[in-house]
């Protein structure tokens, strides 16, 4: 069973452009969760999606915003992004969001110069 | 108030010696489940052992043990006979589970403990 995907792998932009982050779950997955990872503020949990709806969000500005389809596929996108939106995203499926595995994928490395 | 607290930011320790990483935490919520995670340097979060609010035991996965004592919320993780590969960032997170219907909350980290094995 393939893993967590998630795409670009390394990403580098500048300050006030937007982004755009996916990630394909396991199959079978139909909830995905989105972290940061930054050498400051740690880990910190993003948004949740299970069946193209968001159900739970963590504490993030509005320029972070995320959808999923209904291939279960994700998708995050920050606006006028902001030197300190430069961090490893991870994003975690799970079958339902209420069981507690969660695989993680491999993250995409974003750099905003 | 921080709802997982990880006190060793790093660690040495030779292989083939145990390694108990500490983590305590921080809940009301009488549902809850209790993670540890790995992270090699290539940046994936590699799942290692689960432990739930109301589990009897505590969790055991090959290696990896998880030592629960509910009353003191700690949750440390204990590695039997370490090996050089398990030099990585250990993360000990938790994920309050919503009684509401909305499904489980996102997992809160902790900061982490860097381990180092030597030979």
């Known amino acids: 069973k393939a893993g967590v995907t998630q795409t670009p792998r390394y990403l580098i932009k500048t300050r006030g452009q937007q982004v755009t982050l996916s990630c394909s779950p396991i199959s079978g997955h139909r909830s995905v969760s989105w972290y940061q990872q930054t050498p400051g503020q740690g880990l910190q949990f993003l948004f949740e999606y299970f069946s193209e709806t968001q159900r739970n969000k963590g504490n993030f500005p509005g320029r972070f915003s995320g959808r999923q389809f209904s291939n279960s596929r994700s998708e995050m996108n920050v606006s006028t992004l902001e030197l300190g939106d430069s961090a490893l995203y991870l994003c975690?499926?799970?079958?339902?969001?209420?069981?507690?595995?969660?695989?993680f994928g491999p993250g995409t490395r974003l750099t905003v110069t | 108030a921080q709802k997982i607290t990880q006190t060793q930011p790093g660690m040495f320790v030779q292989e083939k010696e145990a390694v108990t990483l500490d983590c305590t935490y921080d809940t009301s919520d009488p549902s809850y489940g209790l993670f540890w995670y790995k992270q090699p340097s290539s940046g994936e979060m590699i799942f290692l052992i689960y432990q739930g609010s109301y589990d009897q035991q505590n969790a055991t996965e090959g290696r990896y043990s998880l030592n629960f004592q509910k009353a003191r919320k700690s949750a440390n993780l204990v590695i039997s006979a370490s090996q050089l590969g398990d030099s990585a960032m250990y993360f000990c997170a938790m994920r309050e589970v919503s009684l509401s219907g909305g499904g489980a909350d996102g997992l809160t980290f902790g900061k982490g403990t860097h381990l180092i094995i030597q030979p």
């Open positions: 975690a499926s799970s079958l339902d969001g209420r069981t507690y595995e969660q695989y």
